[in-house]
């Protein structure tokens, strides 16, 4: 939906996962094995990714300042079972997070909860960048779409000032 460039680092896999469902079409990626795999899902996966999609939304839309669309299980409670591991690089000590039992490219994961280890590594990542608060969901209903807010001062509304922002002026404008 959104021209928009897509989240720096990590969390352009939230990013990604938040914008498997049209909610204006109610196309959903994950239905296709296409769509399962960019995540490295099976059928079988899918319940829990849409549960992780859903709160990963809602907490999108409270960064911008808006109430979740619909009851959801709390982020932190899905992810406070995401298997991590610290990383320290040899070559200079920086440490970071990773997902624990990463499998080579090209494998499929060995653990079900791999997506959460996933998100819950970008979100960490995202919060030591200073990032996390800056993804955000659109305010218009219809849409949803998870957007990085590259603006100044960080109140971005619409996923598309084009779109969705231009939709929501011109109901404004008939409003008065």
């Known amino acids: 939906m959104s021209e928009r460039s897509a989240a720096p680092g990590s969390l352009a896999l939230v990013e990604s996962l938040v914008n498997t469902l049209d909610l204006e079409s109610g196309a959903d990626a994950l239905d296709t094995a296409d769509g399962r795999a960019r995540f490295g899902l099976t059928e079988e996966d899918v319940p829990g990714a849409r549960e992780l999609r859903e709160s990963l ?10 109430p979740a669309h619909a009851p959801v299980t709390p982020l932190g409670e899905l992810l406070a079972t995401a298997p ?3 990383t320290i ?10 997902p624990a039992g ?7 994961p060995v653990d079900p909860g791999r997506l959460h280890s996933r ?11 200073g990032t996390w608060q800056r993804l955000k969901s659109c305010e218009a209903a ?7 807010d ?9 996923c598309s000032m084009q779109v969705c922002g231009a939709r929501a002026k011109m109901r404004r404008y008939r409003a008065k």
């Open 84 to 86: 991590l591991r610290v």
């Open 57 to 66: 939304r809602a907490t999108l839309l409270a960064h911008a300042g808006h």
């Open 102 to 108: 990463l499998t080579p490219v090209g494998e499929a």
């Open 150 to 158: 590259r603006s100044p001062a960080g109140r971005g509304r619409w």
């Open 142 to 148: 219809t849409c949803h779409w998870a957007y990085y």
């Open 89 to 98: 690089d040899p070559a200079d000590g920086s440490a970071g997070l990773a």
């Open 119 to 129: 998100i819950a590594e970008a979100v960490a990542a995202a919060l030591v960048a």
